[in-house]
């Protein structure tokens, strides 16, 4: 979703040491080498004059226990002290203006249990800045000898462009004495998305305020419970070495993406998570369990479909049938005839709606840009149907965002007819399906909606914020257990056969216009179809007879969830637009189907 310079200027102006708090024992005496980056003299007084190595905010090995506790809130002053930017890319010369090199305020209440400082409000915050949203997510405590009798803290954080899901990741880190903090030292040195990037790093005072927290025992257990729960990480390199007999060359994964391009990179299968390093400009990231990953188009797949799937489920019934007009009143109102288009339409890029039948160029207009950053809902929904009729529904493919943006309001308001005004869409997802996959608080928290607002409207077709264990849950939810967990069946598991090819009856749509004979789309879900006898795939060496269907799910800036029918999936998020996977479907078809993967 490509923004004009304008259009952006005028939106401007407008798991160690898992010990429970109050655990019996001696604090445990640091073993690790002293520090020389940011240490308790730069801390309490220094200047931030460049960004330093990432690890200086990493919890070290051998870090020894904390010996205060911290519970209340960490409030940031409203300037650095000291520090700057430097800007790598800026398409459209934004970071001139002061709200884009500004911090939005800041003030994080946390608890601690051992080492881990959790974040009372996890994932996507709404600020009210007027550029920037945040992510907080939890952090470590611990001691080192040369802190002069204070313990260290560290906690990740993410700047969320206001009107996109664009992401730009750092690190927070201060001293903290059990009356008072240090200054704040902070740093963004990563980055999700395609038209800015820049490292900003500074210092600032921060005051510590003691307060009881509200479930905070529930709170902790939370976290612990997840941290448990996650997917056991292995290096990629290993995969080849854990299943020697398949002869999987490791060196394709990232095969036809930028490297300096990529944040996250990994490959789910048998139960492990094979990810590579999430590096950043100045080292790796201190805190890759919790880098926030921005869904793009990911969230038609995560968000809109799974709420049809979810919906008809637990109802009984084909939502993705009904009428748009039957759900959304506004469209009946719309000049153009929207009359027969049903959200099942929608969630195939197939309303017949659209003014160009070009490959994404409604996608990448003017017009779309004008729908992304219109915050209030009754204008992007007017937007949203301001498209002449150019075919019948259900007959071509003409990908636009604004069609799945229909379809979850359509959605959104099927479940207030059901479960009443005050129903939410998101917390029903939350509740229903993203809490029983498995799924991350900071992902489960909020989405981006309409409005800016955390009461506004979700925007369906973008607007998520994952993790690399997220991905790998996610794609294990759909694509292994197909729709079930926590042993029920939570998903229409016949609509998501299909939309993961596995019903060779419905198959969905061509994506005729991308000229790629193999591409098809169903329900938010792209597919390629694999077979031997395509010139497509000549290069692969595939043997004679190959045949078989690789659904994905894909967002704008080169973010990929590519689920193979054996269980295994490959994923990446990064940020130069390029879309390649081909090499390592040919790398992961060699695997055996892993352990529960349905039969097809």
């Known amino acids: 979703m490509p923004l004009s310079r304008r259009r952006l200027l005028a939106a401007t102006a407008a798991t160690a040491a898992l010990v429970p708090v109050g655990a019996a024992g001696p604090a445990q005496a640091a073993r690790h080498p002293r520090r020389t980056l940011l240490t308790a003299r730069e801390l309490r007084g220094g ?96 001691h080192e000898d040369g802190d002069g ?88 390199e290993r995969l080849a070495i854990d299943y020697p007999e398949a002869a999987i060359d490791t060196a394709n994964f990232g095969r036809g993406v930028t490297t300096s391009a990529i944040s996250a990179l990994g490959v789910y299968y048998n139960g492990v998570n094979y990810t590579s390093a999430t590096r950043t400009r100045h080292g790796v990231y201190a805190f890759p369990e919790s880098l926030r990953l921005p869904s793009y188009s990911i969230a038609k797949t995560a968000l809109a479909n799974l709420a049809r799937l979810r919906l008809s489920r637990k109802y009984g019934e084909d939502v993705g049938a009904l009428l748009l007009t039957d759900l959304v009143p506004e469209a009946a109102d719309a000049p153009a005839g929207w009359s027969a288009v049903t959200v099942s339409d929608l969630l195939d890029m197939a309303s017949g709606h659209y003014t160009s039948p070009g490959y994404e160029v409604d996608e990448n207009s003017g017009a779309m840009d004008d729908f992304v950053l219109a915050e209030g809902q009754a204008a992007k929904t007017a937007l949203a149907l301001d498209w002449p ?33 005050g129903a939410d869409l998101f917390a029903f ?18 989405c981006l909606r309409t409005d800016n607002s955390a009461s506004g409207q979700p925007l369906g077709g973008y607007g998520l914020y994952l993790t690399q264990d997220d991905a790998a849950k996610l794609s294990r939810f759909l694509n292994v257990r197909l729709g079930r967990a926590a042993g029920r069946q939570l998903l229409d598991r016949t609509s998501l056969s299909a939309s993961l090819q596995r019903d060779p ?11 790629k004979s193999y591409l098809h789309y169903h329900q938010c879900t792209w597919a390629v179809h694999v077979e ?46 390029e879309y390649a996977y081909l090499w390592p479907v040919f790398e992961l078809h060699k695997l055996p189907a892993a352990e529960g993967t349905p039969g097809l």
């Not at 990037?197 to 009881?212: E, H, L």
């Not at 009856?505 to 000229?515: E, F, I, N, Q, Y």
């Open 429 to 446: 997802l939350d509740e229903e399906v993203y809490r029983p996959a498995g799924l991350s608080a900071g992902f489960r928290a909020q």
């Open 47 to 142: 200047e931030a004059t460049a960004p330093v190595d990432d690890s200086a905010f990493a919890f070290p090995a051998g870090a020894g226990s904390p010996r205060h506790h911290f519970r209340g809130s960490l409030r940031l002053g409203a300037t650095d002290s000291s520090g700057g930017c430097t800007v790598l890319e800026d398409r459209w010369d934004l970071m001139a203006s002061a709200a884009y090199r500004s911090l939005p305020p800041m003030d994080l209440t946390f608890v601690q249990t051992g080492t881990h400082l959790v974040p009372v409000t996890q994932g996507l915050q709404y600020t009210g800045h007027t550029a920037w949203n945040a992510i907080v997510g939890p952090g470590r405590i611990w």
């Open 532 to 577: 031997a006898v395509n010139p497509a795939f000549a290069a692969y060496g595939y043997a004679d007879g190959t045949d078989f269907w690789v659904p994905s799910m894909s967002g704008v800036s080169g973010d990929e969830i590519v689920m193979l029918p054996n269980g295994a999936t490959y994923y990446y998020f990064s940020d130069n637009a």
């Open 389 to 421: 009729q150019a075919a019948d529904p259900g007959t071509y493919w003409n990908y636009r965002t604004s069609d799945t943006y229909l379809a979850t309001l359509a959605l959104a308001r099927y479940l207030r007819r059901k479960e009443g005004d």
């Open 505 to 515: 009856r419905d198959r969905g749509l061509p994506c005729a216009s991308s000229g």
């Open 149 to 236: 009798g204070a313990d260290r803290a560290a906690f990740p954080f993410t700047l969320c462009h206001r009107n996109t899901n664009d992401t730009f990741s750092g690190a927070m880190t201060f001293l903290f004495d059990g009356r008072g903090v240090s200054d704040v030292r902070f740093q963004i040195t990563q980055e999700i998305c395609t038209w800015l990037s820049f490292d900003r790093w500074g210092r600032r005072a921060a005051a510590y305020v003691p307060k009881s927290v509200p479930g905070a025992g529930r709170i902790r257990r939370a976290h612990l419970a997840e941290v448990a729960d996650r997917i056991p990480v292995r290096p990629l």
